[in-house]
């Protein structure tokens, strides 16, 4: 028999009791031995729960007792989590983690200190979605070219409903939080760093990048808003907060940020919590995953996974993916200012003349040609709110005519801007 404990007993760890327990006839069908959930480590013994497993409010329960072969860490944060994770690899036993915020930034240390103790951490990427195996195991013959992906299940489901339904933030981010999908700080979720987080996990295993979220470019969901919603309805996008890794020669680009994709590509479909990730390899061609990226029965699917992995054969993969360093193709990132891509462009100006004329100059000024562009009367008729779409340019250039647009004495409210990913 297998013992394992479980550290932090919230949605997702809930899940995990309870589907140890209901489907423990396949379980151990599958891993061959049987595994047992005995000791929950929660902060409030006085919180009722409806679960058979029995709880402490001491983390050491768990980490000192013997008999306890994997410890599954699900308490959240990033500093605390990893000196729990180490003395558990230190006493032997084998770990399966969900946290992404420790793994962007410790996964290089803890695959270190791991050695051959395996860490399983599937549920960290994608929820239910088992990407972290395709990606590792059974892409592993590839040079990946991309991966584009939805993988923040809060942020799609608000988009979608925002964009089906005209719900407004507010009131979608509400019901998020309650359906189990957000962060215990949902800013992790709308300010796009879970995401990231995500995103850089699978850069380690496909490029072997150890970049942590401070390197890369993050922007979240917070800035659109129905204008934005209505030109991406008028010219046939979608608004994702798309996850992007796509190598170059001697670079990687790694960003997350909310993006208008066109509203018949495939990866346009994946609505509501639901996760999406495209991987384009050099032999396979495109490979598109999909599955709830988010809840406690989904990412608790993940976390079995993983135990189950582990009681079969020790998880014989290296953490990362790789066992020795990619020699002589050690990758860079790539700057955000080489960006090149389309833009979106929302500007908010007092309705007079020349105004245009000002902005279009502007944009020429910085070798932007404008592609598209539409106008919204305010309901006070003296502002105009201005949508404009770009041709292609560099990333740089659009920051730094929002720059100085901003400093217009004609300007209500700071522009802004969403990328347009093809
Ligand atoms: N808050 C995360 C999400 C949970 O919404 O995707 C899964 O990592």
Same mark, same amino acid.
């Given at each position: 028999m297998v013992k394992v404990g479980i550290i932090g007993v919230g949605t997702v760890g809930s899940s995990v009791v309870n589907i140890l327990q209901k489907n423990r006839d396949i379980i151990k069908a599958r891993a061959g031995k049987e595994i047992v959930p005995v000791l929950g480590i929660v902060k409030n013994l006085d919180k009722t729960r409806d679960l058979d497993i029995k709880l402490s409010d001491n983390i050491d329960d768990v980490l000192e007792d013997e008999s306890i072969d994997i410890v599954v860490e699900l308490m959240g944060g990033v500093e605390a989590p990893l000196e729990v994770v180490k003395k558990a690899l230190a006493k032997n036993k084998a770990v399966v983690t969900a946290n992404k915020a420790m793994l962007a930034y410790h996964r290089y240390e803890l695959q270190q200190y791991a050695k051959e103790i395996p860490i399983g951490f599937e549920a960290s990427v994608a929820g239910g979605i088992p990407i972290i195996k395709a990606l590792?195991? &059974?892409?592993?013959?590839n040079h990946i070219e991309s991966i584009k992906g939805i993988m923040n299940g809060t942020c799609n489901y608000m988009l979608t409903k925002m964009m089906?339904? &005209?719900?407004a933030f507010d009131v979608i981010l509400k019901e998020a939080q309650d359906l189990g999908?957000?962060?215990?700080?949902?800013s992790f979720d709308i300010g796009g760093f879970d995401a990231a987080h995500k995103l850089l996990i699978l850069a380690s295993i496909a490029y072997g990048i150890d970049a942590k979220p401070e390197d890369i470019l993050i922007e979240g969901i917070?800035?659109?808003?129905k204008e934005d919603i209505f030109f991406a309805n008028e010219f046939g996008y979608s608004i994702k907060l798309l996850t992007i890794a796509k190598k170059t020669d001697d670079a990687v680009e790694l960003r997350v940020h909310p993006a208008l994709i066109?509203?018949?590509?495939?990866?346009?479909?994946?609505? &509501?919590?639901m996760n999406g990730v495209s991987v384009v390899g050099d032999c396979v061609g495109e490979t598109m995953y999909y599955g709830p990226g988010a809840g406690g029965d989904a990412t608790a699917s993940s976390v079995i996974s993983d135990i189950i992995d582990i009681v079969r054969n020790g998880s014989n993969s290296p953490m990362l993916g790789f066992k020795n360093i990619l020699e002589n193709s050690v990758l860079k990132l790539k700057k955000a200012d080489d960006i090149f891509t389309k833009y979106y462009i929302r500007i908010e100006v007092e309705?007079?003349?020349g105004v245009l004329s000002k902005i279009s100059n502007i944009l020429g000024d910085h070798d932007i040609s404008i592609n598209s562009f539409i106008q919204k009367q305010s309901s006070d008729t003296q502002n105009a709110t201005l949508l404009f779409s770009t041709h292609q340019c560099f990333e740089k250039n659009i920051q730094n005519a929002i720059h100085d647009l901003g400093a217009c004495d004609f300007i209500r409210k700071n522009p802004v801007m969403i990328r347009i990913e093809e």
């Open positions: 590792r195991e &059974g892409l592993s013959a089906k339904e &005209g719900v999908y957000a962060e215990a700080d949902p917070e800035n659109i808003n066109d509203r018949n590509a495939m990866i346009a479909k994946v609505d &509501g919590v309705d007079r003349i």
